[in-house]
Structures are given as C-alpha cells and as structure tokens.
C-alpha cells in the first residue's frame, strides 16, 4: 500500500516507513506516553545532528585562521618593507585580508558591519561551511602568489576564479549529497 507520505516495503529490509509528520501522529495514536518517548528521542537525534553541524564549521574555522596564519607570514616576508611603521604595516595586512573578503563575499569586513550592526560576530564567523573551506584555499594560494610576486590586482582576478570554480564544486556536492524526497520517511 502506497500513499502519499507511507511507503510499503517487503522482503527483508522491508517495513512501512511514513513521513515523521505521519510517524508523529501514530505514535499518539497508540499512546500518549508512545508520542512523549518518540518525540524526546526525535529531538535528542536532532541535538546530536545540529551538533555535529557546528563541530564541522569549528572545524573549518580553526582550518581557516590556522591558513591564516600562512598568509600572514607570506605578507610580512614580501610585502612589508622593514621601513613601514606600525600603522602601514597594520593597513597593508588589513589591505590583504579586504581583498579575501571582496574576493570570497563581495564586499569588505566594514561594509559586512554596516550592513549588520546587530550582529556580534564578524563576516568570517557568519560564514558558511563551504565559504570557510573557500576562504582557507584563498589564504594558501594567495601566500603562494605573494610569493611569487604577483601584483594585488592580478592575484584579486586569479583569487576570484578559482572562488568561483570551488564554490560552484562545492555547491555541487552540497546538492548533490541531499536527500532524495522520500528519504525523510521513519520506519513505523
């Protein structure tokens, strides 16, 4: 028997799965305690995966501000001069870490708070998973092009491209790793 929201399986593996929703209001069907039992260990699952969710993005943030600290090290040896005073040498890597944001988010690190002043986190820690990963291949690979002794301009058009092309193959994965419809059925 099929029906929208209950899927009948035999053979082995087989069962009747329903769409939580519908597993919910079975469970209250059977008994009010049932539903209680259900529902409690329905949000614990729940806790457990948003909490793997965010270990992933703890994950990819200390990946990022650990490549962070590559690229420092790429513009304190290329781009600093041992001349400059403190305030230039601050500008130059405030110059640097701007042009990842433009590159990666569009906009600056001020233009992202003027444009959320209620937020009490910066534009890196609002990020998502895959803007993080994006933004720690940014890091390395601009460590390398200051290395090499490319200008800003081009390493920004080179930085961009390759932006793109990752966020697109990411996105990708992203998708193509959601479930199936139908696959937010719960065995009954």
Do not use: C
């Not at 781009?79 to 433009?102: F, S």
């Not at 690979?141 to 002794?149: D, F, H, M």
């Not at 920004?156 to 479930?179: D, G």
């Amino acid at each position: 028997m099929n029906a929208i929201g209950i899927v009948s399986k035999a053979g082995r593996y087989g069962g009747t799965y329903a769409h939580s929703d519908i597993a919910m209001s079975f469970a209250t069907w059977i008994s009010p305690e049932f539903q209680l039992y259900i529902m409690k260990d329905y949000r614990r699952l729940k806790t457990d995966e948003n909490s793997r969710l965010s270990l992933n993005w703890n994950l990819n943030r200390e990946i990022s501000k650990l490549n962070y600290k590559i690229h420092t090290d790429a513009i304190k040896e290329k781009l600093i001069p041992p001349e400059l005073t403190p305030a230039q040498v601050a500008y130059t890597y405030a110059n640097e870490a701007d042009m990842l944001n433009v590159v990666l988010f569009g906009k600056t690190a001020k233009q992202w708070k003027d444009e959320n002043p209620t937020l009490n986190e910066n534009m890196r820690d609002a990020a998502t998973l895959n803007q993080l990963l994006v933004l720690a291949n940014l890091e390395s690979y601009n460590a390398v092009l200051i290395n090499q002794g490319k200008e800003q301009r081009e390493r920004m058009e080179l930085l961009r491209q390759l932006a793109v092309q990752q966020l697109q193959t990411l996105e990708m994965v992203s998708l193509n790793n959601l479930p199936k419809l139908g696959t937010d059925l719960q065995k009954v």
